[in-house]
Every structure is written in C-alpha cells, then in structure tokens.
C-alpha cells in the first residue's frame, strides 16, 4: 500500500476528477510508481487519462497547441512531429539493463549495475517535468480480458507520446478498474527533458533509456523518438521475454499475416525481421491480410500454437514506399484518417520521403529546420531532405486490409513462423527446415543481418541477430533458446519454419536477385508447404522450393514470367559461404552466450557435414538441380 506522505502527494498534483480516476484504480504498484515519478520529476499537476472520447481527444488537441506536433499539413487528421538531429534512432548505447548483483546478461547487451544505474536516470529525470503536466496513459499489451492481456502504464510529460500511444495501443483504463490488485503490469516512466525553441529535446547528449526488470520498469529521458520514448514498443518488449520464459510462451519481434490460399483459406503466418529488413512490407502485402507488423505474443493454447499482435497500430518506415511497390499503405497514407509523420520532409502542406517514387522539393522543414537541396550539418556531410529513419504511426484498423481478428482474445492459430535478415552472401531466398529445431536454430539463431538505419550506430556492419530479437534479449540468450526449442516440443502441431531472405546478391555482379515485390511469392509458396500442397527439394541447408512450383506462383501473384535461369542463380547452394556462416554462428554463441543448448552445435554441426559432402560431391556452388 502507498504511505501517506505518497498519497498527498498525488492529491495534491491532481485536481478532484483526476484523483477520484486514479483511486478507482486498486493497484498498489501502479499508485507507487505513479507516486514515484511525480515525487522524482516534480510536474506541476496530473492528467489522468480514463479514455473517455473527449479526454483522447484533449491529448492530440494539447499535442498540437504546444507544437510538439503541428497540424499544417493538407490531409484532414495528418500531423508531424520533428525529433531531433542526434534522435532519430534507437539508441543502443544508451539503452541499458539495469542488473542486480545476484544475475548477469549476455555480454552482447549493454547493461550496467541496478543500483547506480537507477541513481543515474533518476538524477537526470529530477525535476524535469517542473512547469509541465504529466499525463497517464493506462494501456494494454494484447488484447483484453485475454491470457495474451499485460496491463501497463505511461507517465509522460510529451503530449505527442501521449497522442501516439492512442494510435498503436489499446486503451487500459478499464482493464485497470478490473484487474486484481497483485496483477503483474509493465509501467514507463517518460520526460522529453528540456525542449528548446522547436519543441525538440535540447540534451540528447544526456539521453537515458532504462530498463529495471526487476520492477517491470522502464525509464526514458532526454528522448522523443518514439521507439525511445514510447515505452511499450521495444523497451516493454524486454521486460515481457522475462516473463514469457518464466511462463513458458514467447514474446516476439514478429510480424502476423493472413495469406489467402486456395479455396479460400486463409493461413497465419508469423514472420521475425530486424528493423528495415522487409517485415512491415510483408506484412503489407496486396490481396493478404495484416494482423501485426512489429511485436506478437505467442502461447501454446490447448496444444496449439497462437499469435496475438499486442498492438493495435503501426509505426511504419516510410523511406522507399511508393504506389509502386506498396500501394495500399500509399493510399491510406494519402488519404483524411489520423496519421502522425515524423522526421519527413515538408513542404506545400505534405510531407516528402525518400524513395516514394517523386521528385523531391529542393527545400523545406525537416528535423534540421530550415533545409535547402546542398545543406551540409557540422560534420560537412550532406543533410538528405527526409531522415532515412522517416516514420508513420497509425492505427491498424486504418488499412482495409486489416485482418478482423486483430482483436480476437484467442490470437490466430499460426501455421507457419520465418525469419529473415539482410543476407547477401549466403541463404537463398526461401527456404524450410527440416524440423522445428532445425528451422529455428539455422534460420532464427543463425539469422545474420547488416545493420541499418534503424539504430543510429554505424550501418553496414554485419552480425548475429538472434530470432531478430538479439537487442532486446533481457535473459542468457542460451536460456531464450531454450525456452524456444521447449515451446515448440510441447505443441500438439507444430508450425513449419522457414527461412527467408530478400537481400541475396549475385557474387558476380553485386545486383540483388529477388526483386521487391518477389517476396508475395515466397510467401505463396510458404502458404502451400504449411498444408504440404507442394513438394520440395531437400538441400544440406533445408528444404527448397521446386521450379514449376514458383513459376506458376510468379504468374498467378504477380503476373510475372520466371526464367529457369533465374531460379537457378537464386537456389543455388553457395556451400563455402555457407560454411564460413555456420562458423561465424558456433562462434558467437562460445564467445557472447552462456549455457547454450547442445541442440545448437548438433544441428549446426549437422549442416556442416551436409555442406560438406554436398562439396565433395558436386563443388562450391550447388545449383537445385542436382538435389532433386
């Protein structure tokens, strides 16, 4: 139970409507913490939001009268917000595990002693909601009344943080007002920090992001990116791993989407990709259906594997779609509805992007402020008129392709899981184990990306992403593993897994071999295999797609024609690339992860002696052919 001194304090802050909304609520933890932020950052008063119309309409109406978002754009219901030049990404550096003396972490993950690190971000959050209003935002991961349901809250002093969670989550109050007072919830605490003229955090240089796990808590300061401050995107996602291990389920970086098969089936599938590596275009894809495109909790109910998103809306990257190769997110994009841009460029009342397909304005606003067609930043290097790190937020329910059991309480029965990464030496482009074990050790495990715009470290470094999940891991990756490899050996049917990769280069010309809209087709195919409509061909790194079998999928998705030879040049087993993967793969589970399962040196030892003699037998490079 709070104290006294705690609860004047908090009536206090409030005024009699907003304190009689918080009372309602019998949650000791929540009144602590709430306490606890407002004893910490000192706002002058309290906004409690219980989700009422008028009230979640006052937020997007404070968001834009402070200028945190402005409304100057000439599709009704479309907003911008700008963050700042040094804030337009993750940040990994200064995202930390705060853990106690008793536990350690991969040594891969950034992290630092609980105890200093809570007396470091609570030092940069004092007073730093001084002259401002905190809002509270009670929310739910997943749907309600669900044993998908994580109850969680933000305290926030952005009303452009406030404003987007009303886009991508459902609201909580209610579940609040029901749930048991032990009930474990998630609760972020959030303050922008000082904003200078532009309403832009002014000391990114003092950033800190946060996560105690031990108190299911996050703290973000100094910050307005929203995957920074937002706290349920990736920072909850941390905090939800633990407790999926603890209860034996699966919080994921995985996308849900409905595929239409023959006779009209539909078949779920859930797919891992690490940032700007092809998930939400998947996910997006004409004539299928999206049921999530960033985070998804998956349970094991009565012996069967199901997904739910723990969304409900999409913070999407705008850099490259175009009507061209993503023409229902263009039209929604363009058309009256509540979206909010952020760091595009704008000019006559639109915003712009990179590679949308249309020539570009010569200048405009951006996150820099005034920018001009030549304009250098202090490092002298060319500022691009839109950040490659551009983004939308938006509510689900906004794409007609949306699927309708977005908030089905029971999740969708998932047939099929992949993964996929930025691979431009190695995979082929679709490709499925031979087993769950197999699959999600050689395509989740083993999964190998290129680092991209979507963290603001050094892009083109290659590593290990581990389910595409590697940043966000908050338990011993060999414990993760385990927990997978357990999940999938409990289900009564167990989903196919595949391995996808879109980003595979000919080793001659450096071209990419899979066109962008190809990957319809892979999905296609993967839609057909989890019903075994088709054959494959079994190939040392799995089982690959036989040609006739794509040529009448290129046709019939795309209206396409599909050489052999095309199949070829993307089928081909590149055997010494492939053994230098699985090398780097053993590699850095020895040196970056503790207690790791046997299970992943058998099957990647496996590979390698299947690679191996597939070498012996027909040379390094292998095309399909030879395996059928």
């Keep these: ?111 630092t002693d609980r105890k200093p690190g809570l007396e470091e971000v609570k030092g940069l959050l004092r007073d730093s909601m001084e002259g401002r209003t905190m809002i509270v935002r009670f929310l739910t991961l997943g749907p309600p009344d669900s044993e998908f349901t994580i109850p969680c809250l933000e305290c926030t002093d952005s009303w452009y943080v406030a404003h987007c969670v009303d886009l991508l989550y459902r609201t909580g109050y209610e579940t609040f007002l029901k749930t048991d007072p032990d009930r ?22 003092d950033k800190g992001i946060y996560i105690d796990y031990k108190k299911n808590n996050v703290y973000s300061v100094n910050t307005q990116y929203a995957g920074n401050s937002v706290g349920f995107k990736k ?118 992007w990179l590679g949308m397909g249309r020539e570009l304005p010569e200048e405009g606003i951006n996150y820099t402020g005034e920018w001009w067609e030549g304009k250098t930043n202090e490092n002298g290097e060319e500022v691009k008129p839109s950040h490659k790190n551009a983004r939308y937020a938006m509510a689900l329910e906004a794409l007609p392709n949306c699927d309708p059991e977005l908030h089905n309480p029971e999740g969708v029965e998932l047939e ?53 999940i590697q940043d966000f891991v908050s338990i011993p990756l060999g414990e993760y593993l385990e927990n997978y490899l357990d999940f999938g050996a ?37 839609e057909l295999r989890a019903h075994d409509d088709v054959g494959a061909i079994k190939s040392p790194t799995g089982l690959l797609p036989k040609y006739e079998d794509l040529r009448k999928l290129f046709s019939q998705a795309l209206d396409k024609d599909y050489p052999r030879e095309d199949y070829k040049k993307q089928f081909t087993i590149r055997v010494p690339q492939n053994l230098k993967k699985v090398e780097r793969v053993k590699k850095f589970y020895r040196e970056e992860a503790k207690d790791v399962p046997d299970k992943l040196f058998e099957v990647l030892n496996n590979q390698k002696n299947r690679l191996q003699k597939s070498q012996e037998k027909y040379g390094d490079y292998i095309p399909p052919s030879k395996f059928e």
């Design 184 to 205: 474990e919830i998630f609760k972020t605490l959030h303050s922008a920090g000082e904003l200078d003229e532009n309403m832009v955090s002014k000391n990114p240089e």
């Design 235 to 352: 920072l909850a996602l941390r905090l939800a791993i633990r407790k999926a291990h603890r209860e034996g389920w699966l919080a994921e970086h995985f996308m849900i989407m409905g595929v239409e098969g023959p006779g009209d089936r539909k078949t779920y599938l859930a797919g891992g990709f690490p940032s700007a590596c092809g998930k939400t275009s998947t996910a997006m894809l004409p004539g299928e259906n999206i049921l999530a495109d960033d985070i998804s909790y998956v349970r094991n109910i009565d012996g069967v594997c199901r997904g739910a998103n723990i969304e409900s809306g999409v913070l999407g990257i705008l850099q490259d779609v175009s009507p061209e190769d993503d023409p229902l997110i263009w039209e929604v994009l363009h058309e009256p509805g509540e979206i909010i841009f952020t760091n595009v460029l704008i000019r006559d009342a639109k915003p712009w």
């Design 416 to 468: 099929g899981i992949f993964f996929g990464g930025r691979d431009y030496q190695g995979y082929v482009p679709i490709q499925q184990g031979y087993d769950w074990s197999h699959g999600i050790i050689a395509y989740g495990a083993a999964l190998e990306t290129e680092t991209t715009f979507a963290t603001i470290e050094e892009e083109g470094q290659y590593e290990i992403n581990m389910m595409s």
């Design 1 to 111: 139970m709070m104290n006294q001194e705690a609860e004047n304090l908090l009536e206090s802050k409030c005024g009699k409507e907003d304190y009689e909304k918080l009372k309602a609520i019998d949650n000791p933890a929540a009144e602590r913490f709430i306490a606890e932020a407002v004893e910490i950052c000192n706002p002058d008063d309290i906004f409690i939001c219980s989700d009422s119309p008028d009230e979640i309409a006052y937020i997007r109406h404070k968001a834009i009268a402070g200028e945190e978002e402005k409304a100057a754009l000439e599709t009704p219901g479309h907003t911008y917000h700008l963050d700042g030049p040094r804030d337009q990404g993750r940040d990994r550096e200064n995202t930390k595990f705060l853990v106690p003396e008793d536990d350690s972490l991969s040594k891969a993950l950034e992290q």
């Design 490 to 526: 409990r289900l009564e049917r167990t989903p196919p897994v595949f391995g996808a990769n879109y980003f595979l280069k000919d080793s001659e010309t450096g071209d990419f071999l899979n066109a962008i809209r190809d990957k319809h087709v892979w999905v296609k195919w993967m």
